[in-house]
């Protein structure tokens, strides 16, 4: 079985550029989350798709950050303006079951480096 | 407010040896929680969970236990190796599909 898909793997950009970081799923997952790491920190979660429907994005900074799960699949998440402290690398995440406690399985990431 | 807590940035461990990784959580409707390892440039991997009707899950050298009454949880691995070196997240979540909540992490050395 595929894993999680992540790209780019590293992106550097000069703050107030706009960037955006594609997820592809496990197949057959109907919950997709993104995640932001910093460093030394653990993840915490910026947004959660059930399906292509927003369930959580209580914690997305609304100014600049925008996510969407077209087709109930892929999901890209775009920073637009970039700021220094958005520097993390963002992880996606899938998980089978909805409305049950299930695993979530994590891509590789994206490093994000804003300058 | 950490709602999960990981008080050990690193550990050492001698290979072969017991390594014990704790994490204590202050949310007492989480009902689920779960071990994920992350070597560098990687994403975490899972590695074991419990939920809150057992109080301890095992499999292969990895062992985890849950003790409600504390709210903490901890992960042995028996015996260590050296590929085991990696930073382990603790992480919990409410039954019914919500996000988890990860702690810091513990950055766990094993020395041959």
Redesign the interface.
Known sequence: EAG?A?SPRYKIIEKRQSVAFWCNPISGHA?L?WYQQIL??????LI?F?NNGV??DSQLPKDRFSAERLKGVDSTLKIQPAKLEDSAVY?C?S?H?????????????T?LTVL | DQQVKQNSPSLSVQEGRISILNCDYTNSMFDYFLWYKKYPAEGPTFLISISSIKDKNEDGRFTVFLNKSAKHLSLHIVPSQPGDSAVYFCAASLSGNTPLVFGKGTRLSVIA
């Open positions: 999680v992540q919950t989350y030394g920190q653990g993840p915490k979660l959660q059930q369930v959580d992880l995440a998980s079951r909805p409305g049950d406690t299930d695993t979530q399985y994590f891509g590789p990431g490093r």
